[in-house]
């Protein structure tokens, strides 16, 4: 049953329906696996900012955070060697290598991650594939992976943002995921099924 106390370390009460709804944003962003116990934290307390503060502290948060990361990293130690997270991550890399700029958890929605993609082009790329922070919490939550990918300058129209998108197929295809897409330039690709179970960030060196 839930305690309406956070934990010793803050000391803090919180009425279980915020406690509950604290611990549920939490396990979703630790199940996105790319942030590190610390910015979930700081994105949990701003999750419930209302222009007065936050009712859950960051501190609050951390404890939150912390038990929940444990047990992630309890739950991943049974995963297989390779995970769909793990397939969307080597095909990443495949289109990276081919002259696709390709970035997971891009940006926190698809306007800002189709302004700034271009800053992050290699020389030669001819395209680019990325999914934002609002993909990443869907495939968390068991909805599959949109992709959004386009054709640079030079190659741009619908028959070049069509080729960049057959690639992007046949790199996820080669790496064992299923697509969903039906060969037109102006729609969205999607990872589907997909379990996304990504490892969660090594701790970094002091």
């Known amino acids: 049953m839930l305690s309406k106390t956070v934990g010793a370390e803050s000391g803090e009460v919180l009425a279980p329906e915020l406690l509950a709804e604290a611990e549920e ?13 610390e ?13 007065d503060g936050s009712p859950v502290s960051v ?15 309890a739950e991943q130690a049974g995963w297989p060697a390779e995970t769909d997270a793990d397939r969307v991550a080597a095909a990443f890399r495949a289109l990276e290598a081919g002259g696709v700029t390709a970035r997971m958890h891009f940006t926190c929605c698809s306007t800002c991650g189709t302004a700034e993609i271009g800053g992050e082009a290699a020389e030669g790329d001819r395209g680019f594939v990325f999914f934002h922070c609002q993909h990443t919490e869907q495939a968390a939550d068991g909805g599959g992976l949109w992709l959004l990918y ?13 080729a960049v998108g057959r690639e992007i197929v046949t790199a996820l295809t080669r790496a064992g995921l299923g697509v969903e897409w039906d060969g037109d330039p102006a729609r969205s690709l999607r990872i589907t099924p997909l379990d996304w179970r990504k490892r969660l960030p090594e701790p970094q060196a002091a």
Request: net charge negative; proline share 2%; with cysteine.
């Open 25 to 37: 944003q939490a396990a979703l962003l630790i199940r996105c696996g790319f942030d590190t116990p």
């Open 150 to 162: 386009g054709a640079y300058d030079g190659a741009a129209g619908s028959e070049g943002t069509a």
């Open 39 to 51: 910015e979930i934290a700081e994105q949990v307390s701003d999750y419930f900012e209302d222009g």
């Open 59 to 73: 501190e609050a948060a951390r404890e939150i955070v912390g038990r929940l990361w444990r047990e992630r990293l």
